[in-house]
């Protein structure tokens, strides 16, 4: 059988708090499909293109993760339109905080009203990394502070070179 997850975000950038989410849900789901939300009403740092670029060195040339396991996409459609599309039955979402569950549990009511055979997975990441978010990385490397601690090294790059 064929599990198949649905991590959508938007990734801008991606943090260990999200790599932790992808780590174990590779050992629950036998593929990861890792969405990059890229709806218009939100402002993003990277564009979609640079996100996904984010996504494949962090994932797989910094951490080596199994290329056959996780899908990079892009969408700006419904998570549950892009669950039928890719057959999926679940959408994976991380939780750091008490403050996240609130807006997530109202999210993953919502999706199972538009599909009731879609469940969502909640996981949380290490407790390391539940106070990192993508906003207080880019503060941080905005102020020329140290994000060693919360992303990858070719994250790293690529936000110091946004910020030049």
Do not use: W
């Amino acid at each position: 059988m064929n599990r198949v997850a649905i991590y959508p975000g938007t990734f801008d950038p991606i943090t260990f708090g999200h790599i932790d989410v992808i780590k174990k849900g590779l050992k629950l789901f036998d593929r990861i499909i890792v969405a990059v939300s890229n709806v218009e009403n939100k402002d993003y740092l990277f564009d979609s293109e640079e996100r996904i670029e984010i996504l494949n060195k962090a994932l797989f040339s910094d951490l080596k993760l199994n290329r056959k396991k996780i899908q990079i996409i892009v969408f700006s459609s419904l998570t549950t339109d892009l669950c039928k599309k890719y057959k999926s039955k679940f959408i994976l979402r991380g939780l750091r905080a008490v403050s996240d569950f609130e807006y997530e549990f109202q999210l993953a009511g919502m999706n199972r009203k538009l599909n009731n055979n879609i469940e969502t997975i909640f996981l949380m990441s290490d407790v390391e990394n539940q106070i990192i978010s993508s906003r207080f990385v880019k503060e941080i490397v905005k102020l020329k502070g140290d994000i060693r601690k919360f992303t990858t090294k070719n994250t790293i790059k690529l936000l110091k070179k946004k910020y030049e």
